[in-house]
């Protein structure tokens, strides 16, 4: 009976180690955190994080650098990059959104289709005071919102109707509700003047214009700068669109030669 217990309380000590060895890897990024930021991240104590941390670093999950920051190590990155299904548009995805936030100084978003959703993979946040902010993991209904026009509106008939599939009209928040004929109206428009654009559709309060994506002619992204209801009028809507627009196409352009 006692062996049981001391059995019983040892996998329950594993499983919290694992746990809080997990909170440690989720809580590192590119700019690197000391001890005690790592600690307050996982919500454990400094000497435990110390100790899990070790292990880490001894196995390669993690590197601590010079300045006594932990940052990812190569095999979290090996394994990241091994199981993201997106890693080959990484680079495409930050430098295109980094171009764009630095002409518009608007937050901007680079998209991709997962199943019935846009999915934000990479985003570069304004640096003005009011702003709307995009985080890389960000999903939703790839029927709402500009960035999912510009998806649904450069795919095939097929695709399109494979995420319709018997839908007759959807709710947009705040608004009537839309049919699906109406936002069919509205893929082909986006798909003649070449961006999309949206108000009050994904998120109240603001507005979006997006723009595709192309590699070697194939749909990989949707490129997207999303700002705040206050700076929406005609002068702001024409930049915006001609900067998303220019900005896409000049990726397109750059990184002809990515594999996808």
Known sequence: ???????GSDD??????????LAL??????????????AAAANISVSTASRLLGTLVAHGFAVQGSNNRYVPGLALTTLLHETDRWAPLRMLAAESTSALCTELDET??????????RLCIDSAESSQLVRRVRLTGEKGKIYRGAAGKVLLAFS??????????DMVSF????QQDRTVEELKAELAQTRTQGYGFSHHESTGGSWSVAAPVFIRGKLVGALAAVIPDHRFGQEALVAAIEATKRVAAEFSETFQQLRT
């Open 1 to 7: 009976m006692e062996n049981e217990d001391k059995s």
């Open 12 to 21: 329950k000590s594993g499983v919290r180690s694992v746990a809080r060895a």
């Open 25 to 38: 890897l989720s809580a590192l990024n590119r700019k690197g955190k000391n001890l005690s930021e790592m």
């Open 108 to 117: 901007s978003a680079f998209f991709v289709q997962f199943g019935d959703d």
């Open 156 to 165: 095939t008939d097929e695709a399109v109707d494979e995420v319709l599939g």
């Open 171 to 174: 709710e947009i928040p705040g």
